[in-house]
């Protein structure tokens, strides 16, 4: 009998000549890029270095385009996007020392949210690996200890064989559920090296299925077919499965509202009879979601953000589906599935038989009425006026991506993404100055369509360098900056807190963005809240890219976690 992975397929005469006659002049550079090349990439992300020259040289000779960005953790930012548009493993090309560890805060974030980012960083020459203190330049210790409490897997390459293998191994990592950023570094010695092996044309990555075990599944498909108040809340892990429609259906058949979290915005139809949309930081919400006789929570670890800052408190069964083995059961007792959400969720579907329940969608309705009545009577007319022109003025399908700054907050909880990987945030790690570095990551993914990026001027000062990356690749991004003088929400936590800010550190002197704007030919305008609408439209309707600065103070709706 002959098995399948007994079959070996014979080289051709032809592709015994190519191995034996590989082309003269590669290096080690080279096995890079073939590798990526081989595994499917089209776009590199980076920044050049002394000792990455190898690499940089090898894209002369590849058909990979590079998208180089002006600051490392911004071309970290631009590779996540990338990623998360894609659903593919973006390669992020680094230089030793200060250069990778200026990556760390991208990294975070990619960690944070699963987005799959493949770092390759160089290294100091062989020589200097294990923790002798040789002086070479931009020399450490031990660089990869720095990465691995961040990344999903860390690969240290030592001689030019080892390339491809550890590239493939870590790019499989970065995509096996859940997905996330790995680290390969390679020595400038290796990286230099002529090589002297074939070029690099087949590799086999594929990622590994996270199936759930069936009989957690049976559980789960049990309790939630016997449930009379059934509830789900929905995170990332559903956007990143791909399994928004899956989530649809199951709660369409269960007749169980869904409430989305800040991570998965667009999971579930904003207008749809069953969304409790994303009102997490609210105490109606809470109590609705802990009234639940059994909550599903899908691709969600209910972390601060997702249970209004740890003061959910759930009376029911909890029924937890998480790609994240640290994730699962990490704040609540639960039923934990340890699976892939798409792959969770259909097999529920195959499980759970349809239930009627006639008092769903007027609980639903009257929940969320409940929650504009208590923001109608804070007065925060302005800051909705300015929400809802954003959600306007941004074309169908476009995504758009956010800093951490108050209108973000907001969008959080009040804006309709439009769809299942649509809107991002640095919500998973917090780090200031994603958003404009990575919509431009996001344009490169998808040029056939408009990208927003909303900061706050404390935000932008982060990454006003990749305006000159915007103009350079003539990327189509709209960079909205609500220009409020300071760093807003500090100002509000440190006033809230001890009633008065500390003005030296969140008053800020910042630059007339739109003159700054236009010293990198990047077109700006001043806007209004009565013009913005227009403003925006306008601009993400002009092909390139753009800035409109909105001046404007805006404030947060009061919590009510600490009610």
């Known amino acids: 009998m002959t098995h399948d992975h007994d079959l070996v397929l014979r080289p051709t005469e032809a592709q015994i000549s190519a191995a034996l006659n590989p082309p003269a002049g590669r290096i080690g550079g080279d096995l890079v890029v073939e590798t990526l090349a081989g595994l499917g990439a089209s776009t590199v992300f980076g920044l050049p270095g002394q000792h ?18 002006r600051v490392e953790n911004n071309a970290g930012f631009a590779a996540d996007a990338y990623g998360r ?45 294990g923790g002798g203190r040789h002086g070479y330049l931009h020399e450490l210790p031990d660089q990869a200890a720095l ?70 599944t049976a559980v789960a498909a049990h309790l939630l077919s016997n449930a009379v108040r059934p509830a ?15 989530l649809r259906q199951l709660a369409e058949r269960l007749q169980a509202p869904v409430v989305t979290t800040p991570g998965g915005k667009g999971a579930f139809p904003w207008t749809h009879p069953l969304s409790l949309q994303s009102w997490l930081e609210d105490r109606y919400t809470t109590e609705f979601l802990q009234e639940a006789d059994v909550l599903l929570v899908v691709g969600s670890g209910l972390g601060e953000l997702s249970s209004n800052y740890h003061t959910f408190k759930p009376r029911g069964r909890v029924i937890q589906i998480e790609a994240d083995l640290g994730k699962l059961e990490s704040n609540h007792p639960a039923l934990g599935i340890h699976a892939d959400a798409r792959l969770a969720l259909q097999a529920l579907l195959e499980m759970v038989p349809r239930r ?58 009040a804006f309709d993404a439009g769809g299942p990987n649509r809107m991002h945030s640095a919500q998973g790690a917090g780090g200031l100055g994603y958003g404009f570095p990575a ?43 609500v220009d409020d003088g300071g760093y807003g929400i500090l100002r509000e936590y440190l006033t809230g807190t001890f009633g008065e800010t500390t003005p030296a550190a969140t008053e800020l002197t910042r630059p007339d963005y739109v003159a700054l704007a236009g010293s990198f030919g990047v077109p700006g305008v001043r806007t209004t809240p009565e013009a913005l609408e227009s403003d925006l439209a306008k601009s993400m309707a002009t092909p390139g890219p753009g800035v409109v600065v909105l001046p404007a103070v805006l404030r947060m709706f009061a919590p009510t976690h600490l009610d």
Do not use: N
């Not at 040029?447 to 006003?464: F, H, K, Q, W």
């Open 85 to 129: 548009i894609t659903g593919e493993a973006a390669p992020l090309l680094l230089s030793t020392g200060p250069g990778a560890l200026t990556s760390l805060a991208a990294l975070q974030e990619a960690a944070a949210a699963s987005a799959p980012v493949l770092a390759i960083s160089s290294q100091v020459p062989t020589a200097g690996l």
């Open 147 to 216: 990465f691995r409490g961040v990344v999903k897997s860390v690969h240290t390459v030592r001689t030019p064989s080892q390339i491809p293998s550890a590239i493939a191994a870590a790019w499989k990592s970065a995509l096996t559920a859940p997905h996330g950023p790995v680290w390969v570094e390679i020595p400038q010695d290796v990286l230099l090296e002529p090589a002297r092996l074939p070029v690099v044309t087949g590799v086999d990555a594929t990622p590994e299925d996270l199936p759930p075990r069936p009989e957690l």
């Open 356 to 413: 009627e329940d006639p008092t769903v969608r007027e609980r639903v309705r009257d929940l969320l009425t409940r929650v504009r009545e208590r923001i109608a009577a804070q007065e925060l007319a302005l800051e909705q006026q300015v929400l809802a022109s954003v959600r306007r003025a941004l074309p169908a399908g476009s995504p758009s991506f956010w800093d951490m700054t108050i209108l973000a907050y907001w969008a959080w909880s």
């Open 439 to 481: 919509a431009l990551g996001a344009a490169v993914a998808d040029p056939t369509r408009p990208v927003l990026a909303v900061s706050g001027d404390g935000g932008a000062l982060y990454s006003v360098a990749e305006l000159a990356t915007a103009r350079q690749h003539d990327l189509d991004v709209t960079w909205l900056i």
């Open 232 to 246: 789900v809340i929905a995170g990332g892990g559903v956007v990143r499965a791909d399994a928004s429609g899956k």
């Open 52 to 69: 990455a020259l190898g690499v940089i040289d090898a894209l002369r000779r590849s058909g990979l385009r590079y998208v180089g960005l």
